[in-house]
């Protein structure tokens, strides 16, 4: 049986995924969801920075990111590879690629995979079209022509029902979890109190906020409550179910701060003239609460992080909705980019106190999980081939995607109580 699908109200864009004789396609959601609307997402840029806040500096604390412990060397399949058993490795051979909860491409993403990074197939369909993944915690379907293999795909056993969600205990993110300032829930009543909907929940961010790997991997099962003992959880589940069917107008893959600020950026079959992505999304969705995941795409903008951040909380606030601040899980601005080291987290951590909102600490959430939630990152140089690059990560693994759902639904259960 194939499982059914969960599209978002906003259907994001997968140009190098679908095969040629073949376009993804999406049946109804439930009827608590909305009909899929297309829309167009910008091509991919770069984004320069916003004018530099004339607002007085912010201090923040001085102690920077622990000393990371190294990541393991990426492995990626060669020829001289072999099979083993009832299992083949295989190399992502596409720039990403969004594994399904079914050997079909009409199924639901739950994730992301990444070029050059290996896994381990582990079953396939009757036709050998899709194998059956090992990714982290997880088990996933994958199409043929996202990979190479070495090996024929015919070794694997049949399994057309293999998919398996994510899981990740409560007990493993506990330090993520933030303190809900008395001023949140004057905000979350305001925001209802104004007509807001009190049962939906936006995000302002980048390639870790994407649909497929945040709101729409939950929504299509990427994430166990249940096999995590997190089934306390069901309840706030519910209550903002319909929020996970949507992808936001003012999440893309190159949003830095600045640009969730910019008209450009904003969808113009759905925004208003000089209407930017946050205005948009707020007014479109009607949410009471508003999510903030910024940062990596201010690697090389970082000192206009924090006007830009401010600018996103005042008009967060002015249109009557609860903002929460979430770090990210990784230091590229430290590491790429020149600035001081745990700099833009540390920013997130006192402005959010400053104007009393929660900060979700996904940083410290992702400190003792598996590659400290951190996907593998490669580049190609021509003389040397395929490079890792080590603790310059920044897209979210197995482990951080389902850290960033349960911290989310646990701090929307403790301010929607």
């Known amino acids: ?116 990074s290996s896994y381990t197939a582990i079953a396939r369909d009757s036709t050998a079209s899709w194998v059956l993944v090992q990714d982290g915690s997880s088990r996933v379907w994958l199409h043929g022509s996202m990979f190479k293999v070495v090996g024929e795909l015919t070794v694997l056993p049949v399994n057309a029902q293999g998919f398996s969600p994510g899981v990740l205990p409560l007990s493993r993110v506990a330090g993520g979890l933030p303190a809900i300032p008395d001023r949140a829930y004057g905000l979350f009543s305001q925001a209802v109190a104004a007509g807001r909907d009190g049962g939906m929940v936006t995000v302002i961010g980048d390639c870790n906020s994407e649909w497929q790997v945040y709101f729409g991997r939950y929504a299509n099962g990427g994430y166990s409550l249940s096999a995590s003992g997190a089934g306390g959880l069901a309840g706030v589940s519910a209550r903002f179910a319909k929020s996970f069917y949507r992808a936001s107008l003012a999440t893309h893959g190159s949003f830095n701060a600045a640009a969730a600020l910019d008209p450009t950026w904003s969808d113009p079959g759905q925004c208003k003239g000089g209407e930017s992505p946050l205005e948009c999304e707020i007014r479109v969705s009607n949410a009471s609460i508003v999510i903030i995941a910024l940062g990596t795409g201010d690697t090389f903008t970082w000192q206009g992080f924090e006007g830009s951040l401010r600018a996103i909380l005042d008009r967060a606030i002015a249109a009557r909705t609860l903002p929460i601040l979430m770090t990210k899980a990784d230091d590229l601005e430290s590491q790429q980019g020149g ?79």
């Open 1 to 116: 049986m194939t499982p059914r699908v969960i599209a978002p109200t906003q259907a994001a864009i997968e140009p190098t995924e679908a095969p040629p004789t073949a376009t993804p396609s999406a049946t109804a959601p439930p009827a608590t969801s909305a009909v899929p609307v297309a829309t167009p997402i910008p091509p991919a840029a770069t984004i320069t920075a916003g004018p530099q806040s004339t607002l007085p500096p912010t201090a923040v604390s001085s102690g920077g990111p622990a000393s990371p412990t190294p990541f393991p060397t990426l492995s990626v399949a060669t020829p001289s590879a072999r099979v083993q058993g009832a299992t083949l490795p295989i190399t992502i051979n596409i720039d990403s690629t969004y594994p399904r909860n079914g050997p079909d491409w009409s199924a639901g993403p739950v994730g992301r995979m990444l070029k050059w």
């Open 339 to 417: 600035a001081p080291p745990g700099f833009i987290n540390n920013v997130i951590r006192a402005v959010g106190a400053q104007y009393g909102v929660p900060v979700i600490d996904l940083w410290q959430a992702t400190r003792g999980l598996t590659d400290r939630g951190l996907a593998p990152e490669v580049r190609e140089d021509a003389a040397r081939g395929i490079i890792d690059l080590g603790a310059q990560r920044f897209h979210l693994n197995d482990d951080g995607m389902n850290a960033r759902i349960v911290l989310t639904l646990q701090t929307l259960s403790a301010i929607a109580r």
